[in-house]
């Protein structure tokens, strides 16, 4: 049987078991959410020896060669020996700048990193608290305009890190683990194009991000944003979104309800083959999007979606 060694800890795992489940049974806390190699919460670094790993892909060059995998997409194998990933060794030190909710459940994180962040609009963190829980969150800040790094925490249900968020203060320090690049992002080769922007609940966070960069880079092509809520008090941007459709005649944005979905969606007519649709929330109401752009001929290289996973 393949020996897994962490620290002092000697565990003798079976053959080609999920290293994830390994390490949480033979008591090692690794923290995990979505268990499908997208948040990256449950990295692990590879000090001797090499898992079978599902996903090499998921990681960038510079951290699988630094030993980083995922252990939620890696079955061990062999001997392995390794190190979990330590925010106070690993992760990048910021305060919070502010925290203010922007709606019922909306929490807005402003935090301040203690060395500059190089990101691309639609990019999301690793955030960890400093009893060590961890949690992805999209960036909804501008890099380069925005002096700070903005999340919109969804705190709805009860969890380890909104609970924690909810009790969070100016001043307070966070840990900022891996960046990720994430299906999301603004082309400047798009300019010309159609642009349609499909938000659910907090899945806005990336697309408020990508909207404004798009405007920075003085898009000329019609943009189309619409917010899916539970409620109207949930349409947490809705000022700032009418703000910015008020300076730009291009921008079109429609803030909708589940009773409303169907008839907001409807509006939604292909008048370029060219059109490019962004979406992001949960994977029902994604598939949901998809579903009706492909229904109205959007072509599906065309479309790109981030799913905000529910924590496994």
Same mark, same amino acid.
């Given at each position: 049987?393949p ?15 999920? /290293? ?14 979505? =268990? ?25 060059? =510079? ?15 062999? +001997? ?16 919070? +700048? ?16 203690? =060395? ?12 960890? !608290? ?36 909810? !009790?969070?203060?100016?001043? +307070?320090s ?14 400047? +080769? ?10 659910a609940?907090?899945? /806005? ?65 292909l ?11 949960q994977?029902?109401s994604?598939? !949901?999007?998809?579903? =009706? ?15 905000f996973?529910?924590?496994?």
């Amino acid at each position: 049987m393949p020996e897994l060694r962490v620290g002092e800890r000697r565990l003798a795992v079976s053959p080609a078991c999920n /290293l994830l489940d390994a390490l949480l049974a033979g008591g090692v806390a690794v923290p995990y959410s979505c =268990r499908a190699g997208s948040c990256h919460a449950c990295l692990v670094r590879c000090l001797h020896g090499e898992p079978l790993d599902a996903k090499p892909g998921a990681l960038d060059a =510079r951290s699988r060669d630094q030993g980083w995998r995922l252990a939620c997409q890696c079955r061990v194998v062999d +001997d392995l020996q390794l190190e979990v990933f330590d925010p106070l060794r690993d992760g990048r030190p910021a305060r919070i +700048d502010s925290c203010d909710w922007l709606s019922p459940s909306v929490l807005r994180l402003r935090l301040i990193p203690q =060395r500059p962040l190089h990101y691309r609009a639609g990019q999301h963190l690793v955030l960890w !608290t400093e009893a060590g829980v961890a949690r992805p969150y999209s960036l909804a800040s501008l890099p380069g305009e925005d002096p700070w790094l903005e999340f919109h925490l969804d705190c709805r249900q009860s969890g380890a890190f909104s609970d924690a968020a909810r !009790t969070m203060r100016p001043g +307070d320090s966070l840990r900022l683990g891996e960046l990720r690049g994430g299906a999301l992002h603004y082309d400047p +080769d798009w300019q010309a194009r159609p642009l349609w922007l499909l938000a659910a609940g907090t899945g /806005l966070a990336p697309l408020y991000g990508i909207l404004r960069e798009a405007l920075r880079q003085e898009h000329q092509g019609a943009i189309r944003v619409v917010h899916l809520a539970h409620d109207a008090a949930e349409h947490y941007l809705a000022e700032s979104l009418a703000a910015l459709a008020a300076a730009h005649p291009q921008l079109q944005v429609a803030n909708t309800c589940a009773a409303q979905l169907p008839a907001a969606l409807a509006e939604l007519r292909l008048v370029s083959r060219r059109t490019l649709a962004l979406l992001c929330g949960q994977p029902h109401s994604v598939d !949901t999007f998809a579903r =009706r752009l492909y229904l109205a001929g959007v072509p599906r290289n065309q479309v790109f979606a981030d799913l905000f996973l529910p924590h496994a």
